[in-house]
């Protein structure tokens, strides 16, 4: 007979309450806004004492921290699922900038965590913080291997992309408008930037 082992049933159910109190988090951060996360109402959720999330979490902002960190875990999963990416540069550009934008619009509140300061008190800690960086390069890897090797012209790019989506949440939040500039945003990149290929707007 094989030897299963040894199951840290503590350690399963503290991570089970951590994944409660985070999944709270983000309910009310939804519902109400990402400023609207209190102690007090993320344990009424979760049927606890407001101090006994402190078992779990440090503070609130502990709460955020790991809510920031998981959010730009999800960025890379998402980015993995794609498997194949289109060979010709601006159409690969245009597919990641359609994955990411995607994934920025589907959540307000997801968004204003990961990119906006939404939360004058809040400073992710260095080891969330790792996980918008793992982002960053792999985005500046991939853009370097279609050409775009100045910081300048990378600043531009996650400028551009930024502010269609940051366009989209403000003033579409459920449609398209923004969306569908994508094609035109990605060709006046690369004719600045010196990205060969014919136009996209051409064939969008």
Request: aromatic share 8%.
């Amino acid at each position: 007979m094989t030897a299963l082992p040894n199951r840290d049933r503590r350690a399963e159910r503290r991570e089970a309450t951590r994944r409660e109190i985070l999944d709270a988090a983000w309910v009310i951060a939804r519902r109400d806004g990402i400023n609207a996360v209190t102690l007090r109402e993320v344990g009424e959720l979760v049927g606890m004492r407001a101090p006994s999330l402190y078992s779990h979490f440090a503070s609130k902002n502990a709460i955020y921290d790991a809510m920031f960190a998981e959010s730009w875990r999800e960025v890379q999963r998402t980015f993995d699922e794609r498997e194949v990416w289109p060979a010709a540069p601006r159409e690969a550009l245009l597919a990641q900038a359609e994955v990411w934008f995607d994934f920025a619009t589907a959540d307000l509140a997801r968004h204003q965590l990961m990119n906006q300061r939404a939360l004058p008190d809040f400073e992710p800690s260095a080891e969330a913080y790792a996980e918008s960086v793992a982002n960053y390069e792999r985005l500046s890897t991939s853009m370097h291997e279609m050409g775009v090797r100045k910081q300048a012209d990378l600043d531009l790019w996650t400028a551009l992309l930024a502010g269609a989506v940051n366009q989209q949440l403000a003033n579409d939040l459920y449609g398209k408008r923004w969306r569908r500039q994508l094609p035109r945003l990605v060709d006046m990149f690369c004719d600045e930037v010196g990205i060969p290929g014919p136009p996209l707007r051409r064939t969008k």
